[in-house]
């Protein structure tokens, strides 16, 4: 299984961005799927949690600017980045589990500029 993002890039304080988190198969549409993203010089962090009923829960920082979402038909899921801070500039991972075996993406730059 390859999980593949997509979608970053560079953007000023207060735009948006939507990444796409893309699999082979269906194991996007039955398992959770988690958002993380990892700034300069500091440990990787939870930013966002979707079940796989399509609950879903925000870190903090991010709540009421991101919201991720499935789109089934293209077996992807998505994370759109609304009023993005310099704060927000990280590589964005996402990550699946299933069968007990734990799944990456290579990672998305997502910079924001003062």
């Known amino acids: 299984v390859q999980l593949v993002e997509s979608g970053g890039g560079l953007v000023q304080a207060g735009g948006s961005l939507r990444l796409s988190c893309a699999a082979s198969?269906?194991?996007?549409?039955?398992?959770?799927v988690g958002w993380y993203r990892q700034p300069p010089g500091k440990p990787r962090e939870l930013v966002a949690a979707?079940?796989?009923?399509?609950?879903?829960d925000y870190a903090d920082p991010v709540k009421g600017r991101f919201t991720t979402s499935r789109d089934n038909a293209n077996n992807t899921v998505l994370l759109q980045m609304n009023s993005l801070k310099p704060e927000d500039t990280a590589v964005y991972y996402c990550?699946?589990?299933?069968?007990?075996?734990?799944?990456w993406g290579q990672g998305t730059q997502v910079t924001v500029s003062s």
């Open positions: 990550n699946t589990r299933s069968g007990g075996w734990d799944y």
């Open positions: 198969g269906t194991i996007l549409r039955f398992n959770p």
């Open positions: 979707m079940t796989s009923t399509g609950r879903t």
